[in-house]
């Protein structure tokens, strides 16, 4: 097996910083990776060919947040979360059996940065490792190990601030 391209995906997540310097995050999303399956390496697809995995995930993370009160702020994440995935031939043709489980609880370690274009809105970019807990996302058993992939996102966030943080961010205004 080996990379062809990465593919697009999407996800919606939500951050909640209890603490400056402690998040916690929580993402939904679908996505695709591309490979090729070398012939005469899965039964399932004799001849072999460009293949995907489609995935759908739910994921929990705590952050740390580095320079929270910047206007640009690098973090850390560790978390896990749960992901069905479907490895299939561009034909369609299933990659694994069905009496194998589709579904795997990961670990991810990442990171990433946001940069605060107002006290509302940011962009965010982040990256990721994710470290399966099982060796079938390709559709294939191989003797390495599990299965893992890298995972890039860019994203716009949108910030909801309680009445107590507004309050405190009117009076840090006042006092400049």
């Known amino acids: 097996y080996t990379l062809v391209t990465p593919k697009v995906g999407g996800a919606l997540s939500l951050t909640y910083n209890p603490f400056d310097y402690i998040g916690i995050r929580a993402l939904v999303g679908v996505g695709q990776f591309g490979y090729k399956v070398t012939a005469g390496s899965n039964s399932m697809a ?3 060919g460009e293949s995907n995995s489609t995935f759908v995930t739910g994921n929990l993370y705590v952050t740390a947040n ?3 009160n ?3 702020n690098p973090f850390v994440a560790v978390g896990a979360g749960y992901m069905y995935f479907d490895p299939r031939t561009n034909g369609g043709v299933a990659l694994i059996s069905g009496n194998l489980d589709k ?3 990961p670990l991810y370690f990442g990171g990433g940065a946001d940069f605060f274009l107002s006290e509302f809105i940011s962009i965010s970019a982040t990256g990721e490792y994710c470290l ?3 060796d ?3 559709g294939a058993k191989i003797k390495s190990g ?3 992939y890298l995972r890039g996102g860019l994203e716009i966030r949108y910030y909801f601030f309680d009445q107590g943080f507004m309050t405190k961010m009117l009076e840090a205004l006042k006092s400049r």
């Open 136 to 138: 079938w996302y390709d």
């Open 146 to 148: 599990n299965d893992s």
């Open 46 to 48: 004799p001849t072999g």
């Open 70 to 72: 910047s206007r640009f």
């Open 103 to 105: 579904t795997d609880i």
């Open 132 to 134: 399966g807990r099982v």
């Open 66 to 68: 580095l320079m929270p």
